[in-house]
């Protein structure tokens, strides 16, 4: 039942965190990559083997002959506080970028053609056609008409 829950609650951190981010204002963005990071690592803690146990630490290796299976694995605790460090690292750097951004807009700069800018205040009216991909799938339509039988065109 407890695991129901908890796989519950992630989805719901997770789509949470789907919505934010697909919005388009900076600060939402950047607390739904941090709910993001930790519906993940509550992903990783909830698929972890949770278990009273002893803590993984010998303090002589040599004269220990006992069952190691008694020992709690540190592995999921690992990763979640390193997943924990790299999302820190990401959101920074992700802040200094809009820091930097906004910097350059507030003096008159500007350091991108603001095409692609996911950060942008609007979407793009329009999406510009690439001939190219038009062309591709064309052929590839095409040749999955030549390749069916007559009868079924």
């Avoid at 719901?12 to 993001?36: C, D, E, P, W």
């Avoid at 509550?42 to 290796?61: C, E, N, Q």
């Avoid at 807009?105 to 692609?116: H, L, W, Y």
């Amino acid at each position: 039942m407890i695991a129901l829950v908890f796989a519950g609650l992630v989805a719901v951190l997770m789509a949470s965190a789907t919505y934010l981010i697909l919005q388009r204002h900076a600060v939402r963005m950047v607390l739904g990559l941090g709910l993001f990071t930790h519906a993940v690592n509550l992903l990783l803690f909830g698929t972890s083997v949770s278990h009273r146990g002893l803590p993984p630490i010998i303090a002589d290796k040599a004269a220990f002959n006992g069952d190691i299976s008694q020992f709690v694995d540190p592995l999921p605790q690992a990763l979640i506080l390193t997943a924990i460090v790299i999302s820190f690292g990401i959101v920074a750097f992700l802040i200094a970028l809009l820091h930097r951004r906004n910097s350059l807009e507030a003096i008159g700069e500007s350091c991108t053609d603001r095409r692609n800018d996911p950060f942008a205040k609007q979407a793009p009216a329009t999406l510009e056609r690439e001939e190219e991909d038009y062309e591709w799938l064309e052929d590839v339509v095409l040749l999955k008409q030549l390749d069916k039988p007559k009868g079924r065109r």
